[in-house]
């Protein structure tokens, strides 16, 4: 796992003493989509706007057909928009009539924003409408004022950190129409800002809703640009054909605009709105409710601890660290906000611009079910591997009881020795039931995926960036683990902020830098504690064997020296029964040295923080060099493929982590 299993809470009484996670409610679902198309400027949208605007209409009518015949509760349907002037707006429009909500990432700071998609014509208009004033022209004018409108009306996060730069080469251009260069460099930068808001759309969304005329094949940023972007991270588009919106095409996959497609026909479009709303892996089902109402346990259970006691012995870490005391208590959710929790959140409340209302939010929807899942996670998982390992353990025992009459008894009260090996058999077959019943097994599986995709996710959030719908991973068994996570953040949404040079700064150096530095810090250590463990735990087992082997040998020769007449016969017979209760016990315990390293994977787990630990250096390194220049003007889009970076790094290693244990259900040691 990406962090540390367990965390430590102040030395306060237990919160929870029921059997519900007390103040967590099951996520809501939540349909979200975007909508992208042309600008007024373009001639088959301006030739064919009422007919666009029927068809858009029409689908968003379905949307809320599908979305009201839902058995679940629902939030309302949110729209994304960058809210350009034409096709964004038109959808903008519609939602909100329907009391959808509506969020826009901005590619500009907002009065910047309006100045470009106002389209003036000189570089006085523009200048008056980024301070904020009314523009000459009147048609600039009234698209100015519908921008600021529809603005006013919605959720925005914007993206303001190099509005000086692209005011001066926005400016530039206007003062200078004429000058190649000039026009070059302000569409240049234009174009990555637009696209860097598109992708945090693209995000967001479960559905793009596209007005394209299939032909333009646009910018960077641009609609067929956004539709690619779309479709390349597994989220579905509804084309809505610009020269004639009679036609609507569903399209899957990048390479749906290679080929092209049959047109949508109401059955397809609802079908698809269906499949989104309600998918086969339905959130509300048994296991997501049952993770909201589990039993929660303050503190570690002692039998429990045989897994961790193993690491401690076989860790290296000393024999202080080996007998100490391995009780640990579970960090409630009403604990974390003022325990674990409250460095990181001082320090994003820090944040120049940011918002305490968004910040609550994460605190109760993200951190509190983090704190849930974590708990829950870290007792299943002592319960599982410590069970296993207990029974590997009782396995010698049982064998090594079964045998110690030998030399410590006669065959006429051998039964006791008998009775002690049956209820240790009995103890195994116990542990391996209840552990089987219990699900110990799929629970820590299911509640640790949970918690790993929590931990990270308020670093995400206050930057806007999100996992896209086509790249979560699935589960061997369910994926109401990712469906949960997914409808949690999906949930919050953007952040109502305004990303500027500070902003973008502090969110780098005091929270994505630190927590890939403590991440780094953390499999870096456990790769070295684990692989220490695995060598140990291997050279104990063949010690053992060694051991057996020597007694074995030590034994045949008492038995060649009693037939040579060397050694007196009685003594061979004698030490018969020690030697042979040597030679069954000895493998009996290097077997279960060796099935404990067998069954732990510790070397398979230290390759994977060590893989893990290098990503994160990388990660480490290029945060270092890109905040090392204090005058370096940052830019999202790089700050954001960081935590993305960041984010696949979580992802690999949960994955990997899955692929060791998945077939490990707890057994019998054989």
């Known amino acids: 796992m990406?962090?540390?299993?367990?965390?430590?809470?102040?030395?306060?009484?237990?919160?929870?003493?029921t059997r519900t996670a007390v103040g967590i409610a099951l996520p809501s679902a939540r349909l979200s989509l975007g909508v992208t198309g042309h600008r007024n400027s373009n001639a088959a949208f301006a030739g064919n706007r009422a007919a666009i605007d029927a068809a858009l209409t029409g689908l968003f009518d379905a949307i809320d057909h599908v979305v009201a015949s839902q058995p679940d509760a629902r939030a309302p349907t949110r729209l994304h928009s960058l809210l350009a002037h034409g096709a964004d707006l038109m959808g903008v429009e519609r939602a909100?009539?329907?009391?959808?909500?509506?969020?826009?990432?901005?590619?500009?700071?907002?009065?910047?924003?309006?100045?470009?998609?106002?389209?003036?014509?000189?570089?006085?208009?523009?200048?008056?409408?980024?301070?904020?004033?009314?523009p000459a022209c009147a048609d600039v004018a009234v698209r100015a004022a519908e921008m600021q409108r529809l603005t006013a009306q919605v959720h925005c996060l914007v993206l303001a950190e190099q509005d000086a730069t692209v005011s001066r080469l926005f400016l530039a251009m206007l003062d200078a129409p004429g000058d190649a260069l000039a026009v070059a460099a302000y569409a240049g930068?234009?174009?990555?800002?637009?696209?860097?808001?598109?992708?945090?759309?693209?995000?967001?969304?479960?559905?793009?809703?596209?007005?394209?005329?299939?032909?333009?094949?646009?910018?960077?940023?641009?609609?067929?640009?956004?539709?690619?972007?779309?479709?390349?991270?597994?989220?579905?588009?509804?084309?809505?054909?610009?020269?004639?919106?009679?036609?609507?095409?569903?399209?899957?996959a990048p390479e749906s605009l290679l080929v092209?497609?049959?047109?949508?026909?109401?059955?397809?479009?609802?079908?698809?709105?269906?499949?989104?709303?309600?998918?086969?892996?339905?959130?509300?089902?048994?296991?997501?409710?049952?993770?909201?109402?589990?039993?929660?346990?303050?503190?570690?259970?002692?039998?429990?601890?045989?897994?961790?006691?193993?690491?401690?012995?076989?860790?290296?870490?000393?024999?202080g660290k080996a007998l100490a005391a391995l009780g640990q208590r579970y960090e409630t959710p009403d604990a974390i906000i003022g325990g674990s929790a409250a460095p990181m959140l001082a320090r994003a409340r820090a944040l120049p611009g940011g918002d305490g209302a968004y910040l609550g939010e994460i605190e109760t929807q993200v951190l509190r079910r983090f704190a849930w899942a974590d708990g829950l996670s870290t007792y299943l998982s002592d319960a599982y591997r410590g069970g296993m390992?207990?029974?590997?353990?009782?396995?010698?025992?049982?064998?090594?009881?079964?045998?110690?009459?030998?030399?410590?008894?006669?065959?006429?009260?051998?039964?006791?020795?008998?009775?002690?090996?049956?209820?240790?058999?009995?103890?195994?077959?116990?542990?391996?039931?209840?552990?089987?019943?219990?699900?110990?097994?799929g629970r820590w599986f299911e509640t640790r995926?949970?918690?790993?995709?929590?931990?990270?996710?308020?670093?995400?959030?206050?930057?806007g960036v999100a996992r896209p719908p086509g790249r979560w991973p699935r589960g061997s068994e369910t994926i109401w683990p990712e469906t949960y996570v997914r409808r949690v953040l999906r949930d919050l949404g953007l952040p109502p902020v305004i990303i500027s040079q500070a902003y973008l700064r502090g969110a780098l150096e005091a929270l994505l830098a630190g927590h890939v530095r403590a991440q780094h810090a953390y499999h870096s250590t456990k790769a070295q504690r684990l692989t220490t463990v695995h060598h140990r735990l291997d050279h104990a087992s063949e010690l053992m064997f060694k051991l057996a082997v020597a007694a074995v040998a030590l034994y045949l020769l008492l038995v060649l020296g009693g037939r040579l007449g060397l050694l007196p016969a009685a003594l061979v017979l004698a030490a018969s029964k020690s030697f042979t209760f040597m030679g069954v016990a000895l493998p009996a315990l290097g077997g279960a040295f060796a099935g404990i390293r067998y069954f732990g994977d510790f070397e398979r787990f230290a390759a994977i923080?060590?893989?893990?630990?290098?990503?994160?250096?990388?990660?480490e390194a290029r945060l270092a060099l890109l905040l090392s220049d204090p005058a370096c003007e940052l830019c999202y889009a790089e700050a954001a493929a960081l935590a993305r970076a960041m984010d696949d790094v979580v992802i690999a290693e949960i994955e990997s982590w899955q692929a060791v244990f998945a077939g490990k259900q707890i057994a019998v040691p054989v």
């Not at 990406?2 to 003493?17: G, R, W």
């Not at 990555?192 to 940023?221: N, S």
């Open 449 to 463: 995926r949970v918690a790993e995709y929590l931990r990270h996710a308020p670093l995400l959030l206050l930057l």
């Open 389 to 441: 390992v207990t029974n590997f353990l009782l396995s010698a025992m049982a064998i090594t009881g079964g045998v110690a009459y030998l030399p410590f008894a006669t065959s006429d009260t051998k039964w006791p020795f008998a009775l002690f090996e049956l209820l240790l058999l009995i103890a195994i077959l116990a542990i391996t039931s209840i552990g089987r019943k219990r699900r110990w097994h």
């Open 96 to 134: 909100l009539l329907r009391g959808w909500q509506v969020a826009a990432p901005l590619p500009f700071g907002a009065a910047l924003n309006i100045a470009i998609n106002a389209h003036p014509a000189t570089a006085g208009d523009a200048r008056a409408m980024i301070a904020g004033g009314v």
């Open 2 to 17: 990406s962090a540390p299993a367990t965390t430590t809470s102040p030395a306060t009484a237990p919160i929870f003493s």
């Open 609 to 619: 923080s060590e893989v893990t630990a290098e990503k994160l250096e990388a990660i």
């Open 189 to 252: 930068i234009a174009s990555d800002r637009v696209a860097a808001a598109g992708r945090i759309m693209i995000e967001q969304i479960d559905l793009l809703v596209a007005i394209w005329d299939g032909v333009t094949p646009g910018t960077t940023g641009g609609t067929r640009h956004t539709i690619a972007a779309a479709l390349d991270q597994g989220a579905p588009v509804i084309w809505i054909d610009a020269a004639d919106p009679a036609r609507r095409f569903i399209l899957r």
């Open 260 to 319: 092209r497609a049959q047109v949508a026909s109401d059955d397809d479009i609802t079908a698809l709105l269906q499949g989104i709303a309600s998918p086969p892996e339905a959130l509300l089902d048994a296991r997501a409710i049952h993770f909201h109402t589990e039993q929660w346990h303050p503190r570690s259970s002692r039998r429990f601890h045989a897994y961790r006691r193993i690491e401690a012995l076989f860790g290296g870490r000393g024999p």
